[in-house]
Nanobody, 122 residues
């Protein structure tokens, strides 16, 4: 059974940093693109970042570009999101997701984690 478990969320002051991790189990996802999404209270879930199967291509939402870095470790079946210069508007539940394809895209993901809360205080 496929399972994605996020960790690393928490409460941080504006300007601070957090590193989210996503551990995948049940099968190898070395051949799949992976991504992070987030959902703030009262808002729809939105794309944050994606990384191709080999880590060579990445994509970021404009709102996080230059502040967040997505990475992966295929040997460990792990995905990461380094978040720097955090802002109160980054407050949300963050979800990792796995794509059915190798290349990066923003729309189709078939495996999801349960999310980790990130709260940025002003």
């Amino acid at each position: 059974q496929v399972q994605l478990v996020e960790s690393g969320g928490g409460l941080v002051q504006a300007g601070g940093s957090l590193r989210l991790s996503c551990a995948a189990s049940g099968r190898s996802f070395a051949g799949n693109a992976m991504a992070w999404f987030r959902q703030a209270p009262g808002k729809e879930r939105e794309f944050v970042a994606a990384i191709s199967w080999n880590g060579l291509s990445t994509d970021y939402a404009d709102s996080v570009k230059g502040r967040f870095t997505i990475s992966r470790d295929n040997a460990k079946n792990m995905e990461y999101l380094q978040m720097n210069s955090l802002k109160p508007e980054d407050t949300a539940v963050y979800y990792c997701a796995i794509s059915p394809v190798r290349y990066i895209q923003r729309n189709t993901y078939n495996y999801w984690g349960q999310g980790t809360q990130v709260t940025v205080s002003s």
